[in-house]
């Protein structure tokens, strides 16, 4: 079973799809958050064999569910819209996802020294964290939900 990872933000979705067992998650790309996602996710459902979704799930550090969530469960629901039963959905707790991955995506010498960054290059490395966060949100439910050998 294949899985994609959506790490959903108002601007960026970061993908993550699994490997063809459904036991590791690998970053994918990142796409922008415009009336042609739901589009370009079928298409990318439909080349990569993607047989479950998983979505982070956008919760308050209390667990409550935020002002996000209303808009993920929106596009989520366009999505099976689209998808019909073909594709299974399941929620995953993003807390904390973009945070884990900005600790390990930025050696420690580039925390101290990251005001010094151009632009461009804080950019560049923030705009790959998307992808990662969808990655680790991937991960964390096929560590929980999927059986391994």
Same mark, same amino acid.
């Given at each position: 079973m294949k +899985? *994609?990872?959506?790490? +959903?933000?108002?601007?960026?979705? #970061?993908?993550?799809?699994?490997?063809?067992?459904?036991t590791i998650a690998f970053p994918r790309e990142i796409v922008a958050n415009d009336e042609k996602l739901i589009e370009k996710l079928t298409q990318l459902i439909?080349?990569?064999?993607?047989?479950?979704?998983?979505? #982070? /799930?956008s919760l308050t550090l209390t667990g409550e569910e935020n002002i996000l969530q209303r808009?993920?469960? $929106?596009?989520?629901? /366009? *999505?099976?819209?689209? *998808? #019909?039963?073909?594709? $299974?959905?399941?929620?995953?707790?993003?807390?904390? $996802?973009?945070h884990a991955v900005h600790m390990n995506f930025f050696s420690k010498?580039? /925390?101290?020294?990251? /005001?010094?960054f151009s632009q461009k290059e804080k950019e560049r490395k923030t705009r790959h964290i998307d992808a990662e966060a969808a990655a680790v949100i991937l991960?964390?439910?096929?560590?929980?939900?999927?059986?391994?050998?």
């Amino acid at each position: 079973m294949k +899985y *994609l990872g959506i790490d +959903y933000g108002t601007k960026r979705v #970061g993908l993550a799809v699994s490997d063809p067992l459904g036991t590791i998650a690998f970053p994918r790309e990142i796409v922008a958050n415009d009336e042609k996602l739901i589009e370009k996710l079928t298409q990318l459902i439909n080349e990569e064999g993607i047989t479950a979704v998983v979505v #982070g /799930k956008s919760l308050t550090l209390t667990g409550e569910e935020n002002i996000l969530q209303r808009k993920i469960d $929106s596009f989520v629901e /366009k *999505l099976k819209e689209r *998808l #019909g039963d073909r594709v $299974s959905f399941h929620f995953q707790d993003e807390r904390m $996802s973009s945070h884990a991955v900005h600790m390990n995506f930025f050696s420690k010498e580039e /925390k101290r020294s990251r /005001k010094h960054f151009s632009q461009k290059e804080k950019e560049r490395k923030t705009r790959h964290i998307d992808a990662e966060a969808a990655a680790v949100i991937l991960q964390r439910f096929l560590d929980r939900n999927v059986s391994q050998f």
